[in-house]
């Protein structure tokens, strides 16, 4: 089934280059986790954003340890075109010029790190973090439409991805009670005056 998927969009949409060219610049925002991680930094920076910034920190530490230490190297399931070399995946990349990734196809790093970030947002920020999911859902459609990964790569990276997206954000909310108990001001005691007038007061 994962192969006919791949069969079906290379035979009724790649001989439209003007898509093809879409797809391929769609899917380098999820290139090496870099739309994510700029997100997440881009957040950090700025005071009113800077915790969910740190939720997507949290939940793309947890993807890079998920997917590319644990299930990449474990799994190391080949490529669609190293698999079946003789369906012309390779031709196609050749001709947009896109790059051919070489470590395991299950997961789909691309999708697993945007939807990680994605989801995050959407915790922190509810219906304003839509736009975010939707950009992952996107970049996802794109592996599978230039045949980088089988559909259940790229179904195994949103659920990881959005696994991490959810335990970032938990994460983060106890990493702040944390701190903000940790390094909350303590009342200060009144002056000793005021301390004497309490006294006679009472």
């Known amino acids: 089934m994962d192969i006919q998927v791949l069969q079906w969009f290379h035979e009724?949409?790649?001989?439209?280059?003007?898509?093809?060219y879409i797809m391929k610049y769609l899917t380098y925002i999820g290139e090496f986790g870099a739309g994510a991680i700029i997100c997440g930094v881009v957040l950090l920076i700025f005071k009113k954003t800077?915790?969910?910034g740190a939720a997507i920190?949290?939940?793309?530490?947890?993807?890079?340890?998920?997917?590319?230490?644990?299930?990449?190297?474990s799994v190391n399931?080949?490529?669609?075109?190293?698999?079946?070399?003789?369906?012309?995946?390779?031709?196609?990349?050749?001709?947009?010029?896109v790059r051919e990734p070489t470590?395991?196809?299950?997961?789909?790093?691309?999708?697993?790190s945007l939807f990680a970030a994605a989801v995050a947002l959407v915790m922190y920020y509810k219906v304003k973090g839509l736009p975010a999911l939707g950009?992952?859902?996107?970049?996802?459609?794109?592996?599978?439409?230039?045949?980088?990964?089988?559909?259940?790569?790229v179904i195994g990276g949103m659920v990881i991805g959005s696994i991490c997206g959810?335990?970032?954000?938990?994460?983060?909310?106890?990493?702040?009670k944390f701190i903000l108990q940790k390094f909350a001001k303590k009342p200060s005691e009144p002056p000793p005056d005021e301390q004497n007038e309490e006294i006679r007061n009472n």
């Open 135 to 153: 950009v992952a859902i996107l970049v996802a459609i794109s592996r599978i439409y230039l045949c980088m990964h089988y559909p259940t790569d």
């Open 12 to 20: 009724v949409f790649h001989d439209q280059m003007w898509l093809n």
């Open 77 to 97: 399931r080949a490529r669609p075109w190293q698999d079946f070399p003789d369906l012309g995946f390779q031709e196609f990349h050749n001709s947009i010029s």
């Open 166 to 176: 959810v335990a970032g954000y938990f994460l983060m909310k106890l990493v702040k």
């Open 103 to 112: 470590d395991s196809s299950f997961p789909s790093g691309h999708t697993a």
């Open 57 to 73: 920190a949290i939940a793309l530490l947890l993807d890079v340890l998920i997917v590319n230490v644990i299930l990449k190297l």
């Open 50 to 52: 800077r915790w969910a």
